[in-house]
């Protein structure tokens, strides 16, 4: 965040960044990070973080990647989503559902669910095993 406001990387001052990235050739780690809107979490702060809110903001993130049409005018760019994509699994078919009936505001020129499986790498949480001796 930058004053309070989120940053964003679908705007187009980002587009030379992302077309040196493409260039390049090297993955881009899109990271979670808190909220960007925390008038929500009023009272329910313990959503903040990890538990709740980085999920989203980096859910929310990548489908705005996604719908601002970058990755059709940068077919090669790969970005990496931890913790198995954050809650992916469970949005995209309502997704791709839903833009079928309303798509106001996307650019992209496929599925949601095509980008997932063609640009985004899905990093696997760490494990970590207790040792009880």
Known sequence: ??????????????????????ELNVPFYLHPAMPSETCAYKGHEF????????????????????GSGLFDRHPNLNIVLGHLAEAYAFTVWRSDRWLQDFSKGYEAEKEI?????????LRLPEISVHNPS
């Open 1 to 22: 965040m930058d004053d309070g406001r989120a940053i964003y990387y679908d705007t187009p001052e980002y587009a030379p960044f992302w077309q040196t990235v493409e």
């Open 113 to 121: 669910s095509y980008y997932f499986r063609h640009i985004f790498l």
């Open 47 to 66: 959503m903040l973080g990890p538990v709740f809110g980085f999920a989203v903001e980096t859910l929310l993130h990548s489908y705005r990647l996604i």
